[in-house]
């Protein structure tokens, strides 16, 4: 198969997925979440207004928690809906490859989450009003933003690919993530450098996503930064394609 139909199944199997997502009221559901959510944590958690400087960083650092949660909560549905209703062996015999539904799948759930973070720009508007901030910075943060919703997103895809059960699947990408976060939190590096020699606790913290993620919301975007996550996506989905042709063949 050409790449020129490899491309034209993913973007077919892409916008049939995203146009079932809006065709749910789910969806609707998940992004007056993710606003009211990042809008509280923002302005009541953070003190938005109290402390006086126009800038985002209160909302993106609240960033990595809410899509621990809520992006195993859009993956969950991807493989593990299908093998329940069955429909993922007739999915299979369509004449695509694994790979087409796997990519197309995955597109489209991390379009439907660029869409609900692109519905903050609310929050934008307010720190332009409110003063003078790097609209470079804020901009870099968004793209960090959206690569770690990326990243998590293809674990939760893996993970929903190994079960039937939606619960199952959220849990253990839930899992997952909390582990590709807490290996670059402060206060488990500070464990870590108290008994581990320097190597090893640089090690574990550049698997964070935290690190990777603070880097580019300061505004630098490293080619090491967008690696990592890159990486991290296109390992999961090849796993995700492994288990798929495995349970197909078996």
């Known amino acids: 198969m050409n790449n020129g139909n490899i491309l034209r199944n993913v973007r077919i199997i892409m916008k049939r997925e995203l146009a079932s997502y809006f065709g749910s009221p789910v969806a609707y559901v998940f992004i007056v979440i993710f606003l009211l959510l990042t809008g509280f944590f923002t302005f009541y958690i953070s003190n938005f207004f109290e402390a006086g400087q126009a800038d985002l960083k209160g909302f993106f650092q609240w960033h990595p928690w809410l899509f621990m949660f809520l992006v195993p909560a859009v993956a969950m549905r991807l493989w593990a809906e299908e093998r329940r209703l069955g ?7 369509l004449p695509v490859t694994v790979t087409d539904v796997v990519l197309g799948k995955f597109l489209a759930a991390w379009c439907f989450i660029g869409i609900a973070l692109a519905l903050t720009f609310p929050m934008v508007l307010t ?4 003063g003078n901030p790097d ?8 793209l960090g933003s959206f ?10 895809s893996m993970t929903s690919a ?6 199952v699947s959220f849990i253990l990408a839930v ?6 976060i807490l290996a670059g939190f402060a206060p488990v590096t500070a464990v870590l450098s108290g008994w581990a ?13 935290l690190s990777h993620f603070a880097s580019i ?3 630098v975007v490293d080619l090491r930064d967008l690696f990592y996550y890159l990486s991290v996506m296109a390992f999961m989905i090849v796993l995700n394609g492994v288990i798929l042709q495995n349970r197909e063949s078996a």
């Not at 720190?127 to 409110?130: D, G």
């Not at 020699?197 to 550049?206: C, I, K, N, R, T």
Request: net charge neutral; hydrophobic share 60%; proline share 2%.
């Open 197 to 209: 020699p320097a190597w090893l606790v640089d090690l574990v913290s550049s698997t964070s996503v």
């Open 162 to 167: 190994l079960t039937r059960s939606q619960v």
């Open 127 to 130: 720190v332009i009003y409110l």
């Open 217 to 219: 919301a300061r505004g």
């Open 87 to 93: 429909t993922i062996e007739l999915l299979l015999t």
């Open 135 to 142: 609209l470079g910075v804020i901009l870099c943060a968004y």
């Open 147 to 156: 690569l770690m919703a990326g990243a998590f997103l293809s674990v939760g």
């Open 175 to 180: 899992v997952a993530c909390l582990f590709l």
